[in-house]
């Protein structure tokens, strides 16, 4: 469990904003913070604000990150795509923040913009018609609840398969489901290009890492995400702190940001938003393959204050199938080398992350005694005023020179 500064938690007992509407709370909840209760984004009618959550869950306020200017930027390299050293470019950030803004990825504006207008469409019909879309559980729509284990934030989303390349989404109104399939599929074709440069940069075969996640039957999911504007308080979450589980995740955003990543220092840097690129995570799974020498990157969301613009983002996860081993490559591996995981399957390491908070370390109970020491500890820590700032980590063995 997560240690959590109370000043940064809100129990939430009583309802009192509409998510779609961003109504105004009581003065009292407002002016009272700590008795802010019951956080209820929608009602079953859109039109009320009332609503019953039966179950007593807390939402977390994310500290102010102060960064001075031009740091942050800093901090998140950027690759060129298309320019001759982008593998080693793409290496290089993967083994440094685990992080990068992609920009000539070749993905056309219009396919954005589309997926942007139909999705900002379908998040402001009335709650009642978004849930004829939630009964897959955990695929589908779902308001503010992340995974099963207690975990909320100010969002809601649409979680779902992509299957063979395409989304399966039947249920979704059609131009919602054509927009989002086109721009899977555009978005899908960054991240194996991305793979395909990473492998080449750690000498591997071209297609060794594509060739995980994108066959048939392995888990790709894409997730739309709806930050309203919060009108309860500043800095509230939308999504806490987690790392993806995957091997790697594309994303993009609106012009509303929102989105901070955690440095190997320990401080956390906001990503200023651009549209325009799209920002690759290496997941959890990547590490394991690179046995460390790609770092997965925690990464969060605070919601937009009220009055702000939402924010809305949409990420694709290539993950592989569920009886995909995941180990070191062992290519990668040098004379001696350990793996610094034992062996486990992409479906048991999906099976352990849903019986986790969303941040936890996931990958701690499958570190051999060689890792210990490698991965910072998942205990609150933050950038700015409240940081509580790290030594970077020691590397693992055999790390110094990847390729
Ligand atoms: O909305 C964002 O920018 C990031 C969301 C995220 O981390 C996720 O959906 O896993």
């Avoid at 959890?284 to 770092?295: H, I």
């Amino acid at each position: 469990m997560r240690a959590r500064h109370p000043a940064h938690r809100h129990p939430i007992t009583t309802c009192t904003a509409d998510l779609n509407q961003n109504k105004p709370p009581p003065p009292a909840s407002a002016t009272h913070p700590a008795t802010l209760f019951l956080l209820c984004f929608n009602s079953p009618r859109s039109e009320e604000t009332m609503v019953a959550i039966t179950v007593p869950c807390t939402i977390d306020h994310i500290p102010r990150v102060k960064c001075p200017k031009g740091t942050a930027n800093a901090a998140v390299p950027t690759v060129d795509l298309s320019a001759p050293g982008a593998a080693a470019a793409v290496a290089d950030a993967c083994r440094g923040v685990g992080f990068f803004r992609a920009t000539n990825h070749g993905v056309p504006a219009a396919l954005a913009d589309a997926l942007e207008a139909r999705a900002g469409a379908f998040f402001a019909m009335p709650l009642a018609d978004k849930l004829e879309h939630a009964s897959a559980r955990p695929l589908g729509y779902c308001s503010k609840s992340i995974g099963s284990n207690g975990d909320v934030g100010w969002l809601e989303y649409l979680l779902l398969a992509v299957g063979s390349g395409s989304v399966q989404a039947s249920s979704l109104p059609p131009s919602l489901r054509a927009a989002l399939e086109e721009y899977t599929a555009a978005v899908r074709e960054v991240g194996g290009r991305v793979l395909e440069l990473m492998a080449e940069a750690l000498g591997l075969d071209r297609g060794a890492l594509r060739r995980l996640v994108q066959v048939a039957g392995s888990d790709e999911l894409v997730r739309v995400n709806h930050y309203p504007a919060c009108p309860l308080a500043s800095g509230v979450t939308g999504f806490g702190e987690h790392t993806d589980p995957q091997v790697v995740s594309v994303l993009r955003s609106n012009r509303t940001g929102g989105l901070q990543i955690m440095l190997r220092d320990g401080r956390w840097v906001p990503v200023a938003p651009d549209p325009d690129s799209l920002f690759i995570n290496v997941g959890d799974s990547l590490q394991v393959l690179t046995n460390g020498r790609f770092r997965s990157v925690k990464h969060r969301v605070v919601a937009p204050d009220a009055g702000k613009h939402s924010r809305l983002s949409v990420i694709y996860f290539g993950g592989p199938a569920p009886s995909q081993r995941i180990a070191p490559l062992p290519e990668l591996l040098r004379d001696g080398e350990q793996s610094l995981y034992r062996d486990f399957t992409w479906g048991e390491y999906k099976k352990a992350a849903y019986k986790t908070r969303l941040g936890d370390n996931r990958l701690a109970p499958f570190e051999l005694p060689a890792a210990a020491g490698m991965e910072p500890s998942n205990s609150d820590h933050h950038c700015g005023t409240n940081a509580a700032v790290r030594a970077p980590p020691p590397p693992p063995p055999h790390v110094g020179q990847v390729y």
